[in-house]
């Protein structure tokens, strides 16, 4: 199995995966991309795949609207993205994204976070050469589809690797590329379940069960709040 895959799993399992967590973290995501680009999806490429995403998430459609309507409310908030990036115990390094309409709480959220738990925020850049950034596709295999054709097709579209599992397929490739690749797989009428931009840790480490559990206090922290949209480590 492939580290895209075994990324996939881990993603699956974060700990902020409920409802009650996930549903708002998309909503930002989601009005964010209206407010920049318009509503409308089908003009509007990162709303498009913002909405994908919740989707696949099984979030209801109620509240998809009801996010991209927040974009133009005239008390709506400007939020912006901003990454952070940290040290936790055992040699485990954090590097966190935000969405937030308010930096000086998050940064004071972050840094309480960390402080609180053996933690210590790093310099902006200091990650820049320990994780990859790379766009993710995943969708099924239909009927009929030849892997190999297919990979051969998007190769010019920035593919770097392609991985099937269990009818599940991951097309990987550099951040740069999701645009190309989103194109594409959809003029080849493949049905994208999610389209994610992740990073990926190049020199990934590993740690005992009992240093994961010092470290997980630190992330199941930082998940809970409400501005941290995802949290990734070089942990294996």
Request: proline share 3%; glycine share 6%.
């Amino acid at each position: 199995m492939g580290r895209a895959f075994e990324y996939r799993k881990a993603s699956k399992l974060k700990r902020w995966g409920n409802m009650s967590k996930l549903f708002p973290k998309l909503g930002k995501v989601i009005t964010m991309a209206a407010k920049e680009g318009g509503a409308d999806p089908d003009l509007n490429p990162k709303l498009r795949t913002a909405i994908l995403n919740a989707k696949a998430e099984n979030m209801p459609k109620d509240n998809i609207e009801a996010a991209i309507k927040r974009a133009s409310a005239k008390d709506s908030k400007d939020m912006k993205e901003v990454n952070f990036e940290a040290k936790a115990p055992h040699g485990v390094l954090i590097f966190i994204e935000c969405a937030t309409d308010n930096n000086t709480r998050t940064v004071a959220n972050v840094k309480s976070i960390l402080n609180k738990n053996n933690g210590e925020m790093l310099t902006n850049g200091s990650l820049e050469f320990m994780f990859s950034r790379k766009a993710i596709f995943e969708f099924e295999l239909q009927e009929g589809m030849d892997l190999e054709e297919l990979e051969l097709e998007l190769i010019d579209a920035g593919l770097e690797e392609l991985e099937e599992e269990d009818g599940v397929v991951l097309a990987t490739a550099d951040y740069t590329s999701f645009g190309t690749m989103n194109e594409a797989l959809e003029c080849m009428g493949v049905e994208i379940k999610k389209a994610t931009l992740e990073r990926m840790a190049n020199t990934p480490i590993t740690i005992s069960e009992e240093q994961q559990a010092d470290v997980d206090k630190i992330l199941e922290r930082l998940e809970d709040d409400e501005d941290v949209q995802k949290v990734y480590t070089n942990i294996a």
